[in-house]
């Protein structure tokens, strides 16, 4: 097994992407803490590790609030006594013309999807430095990479989780700590049925514009997530690894 005794928080755990790779680092022999905002998805998340014979706890969890991510680590550590794996996940999204993006919509997702993952690394690599070893992944985007219409508030978030993941890898590469970044494209999830919404493209529309015919599948980002997690990464930090069935090659 991959993640044998390792201890993983996993954030936004309660669905999509954060929920898949919760269960395949269960099935990897990873001890999970699953944060999420909403509790009940969270915790069922911790239900479903517990059917497949790991442990997990679950802690609500917003990823912007200080105070809940002291929480998180002191809780990770009490329980489980150290924290090999840090999965960024959790984030927003919202697909809106410069015009039209409200400042506060501006700084609500500024506050998740950048400062809460600016929060995490501040609060856990320290704990991994100090124990010398440690992967953080951080979740960007296409939208980090390249430049599309509608996403300057969700690309901009992204964008800054990109170059923040290269400056702590920089910052922390002689501590063992790995800090690497992953790019996906749409993925079936919550998040690509929003966008079906909003551009008024049918998921099939969708599937089309990718050079493989579809869009991705949170089972597949997982694991990408599960190799930058495991030692099979050991020589991977600062790293964007991209997953978009071929949509940014160019
Ligand atoms: N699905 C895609 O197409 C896609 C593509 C590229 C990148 N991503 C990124 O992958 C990550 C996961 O996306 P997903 O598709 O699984 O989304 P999702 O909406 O299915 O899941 C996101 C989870 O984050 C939680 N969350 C939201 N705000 C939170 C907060 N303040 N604190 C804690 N938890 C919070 C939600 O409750 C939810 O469980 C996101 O960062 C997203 O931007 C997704």
Same mark, same amino acid.
């Given at each position: 097994?991959?993640?044998? %005794?390792?201890?993983?928080? +996993?954030?936004?755990? /309660?669905?999509?992407? @954060?929920? #898949?790779? &919760?269960?395949?680092?269960a099935n ?32 609500k969890h ?44 501006? %700084?609500?997702?500024?506050? +998740?999807?950048?400062? /809460?993952?600016?929060? @995490?690394? #501040?609060? &856990? ?47 922390y590469a ?77």
């Amino acid at each position: 097994m991959k993640l044998e %005794n390792k201890v993983a928080i +996993i954030t936004g755990g /309660g669905t999509g992407i @954060g929920k #898949k790779t &919760a269960l395949l680092f269960a099935n990897e022999g990873a001890k999970l803490v699953i944060t999420d905002i909403n509790e009940e998805s969270g915790r069922k998340t911790v239900d479903e590790i517990k059917a497949l014979g790991s442990e997990g706890i679950f802690i609500k969890h917003d990823v912007s609030n200080e105070e809940d991510w002291k929480q998180v680590i002191n809780e990770t550590i009490n329980h489980f006594s150290t924290i090999d794996v840090l999965f960024n996940n959790a984030g927003i999204y919202i697909i809106k013309p410069l015009v039209e993006t409200e400042l506060e919509e501006w %700084n609500r997702l500024m506050s +998740i999807n950048v400062t /809460g993952v600016f929060l @995490g690394m #501040k609060h &856990a690599v320290p704990v991994m430095a100090k124990q010398k070893s440690g992967s953080v992944i951080n979740a960007s985007s296409v939208a980090g990479l390249n430049g599309a219409p509608g996403h300057v508030l969700y690309g901009a978030s992204k964008g800054a989780v990109r170059i923040m993941t290269k400056y702590i890898a920089m910052e922390y590469a002689n501590t063992g700590v790995r800090v690497n970044s992953i790019h996906p494209g749409y993925i079936e999830t919550a998040m690509a049925n929003y966008a079906s919404e909003q551009t008024g493209h049918s998921k099939e529309e969708l599937d089309k514009t990718y050079p493989l015919g579809r869009m991705g599948k949170p089972e597949e980002v997982a694991k990408m997530v599960l190799f930058l997690a495991s030692d099979d990464a050991s020589f991977s930090t600062g790293a964007e690894f991209v997953i978009d069935g071929g949509a940014t090659v160019n």
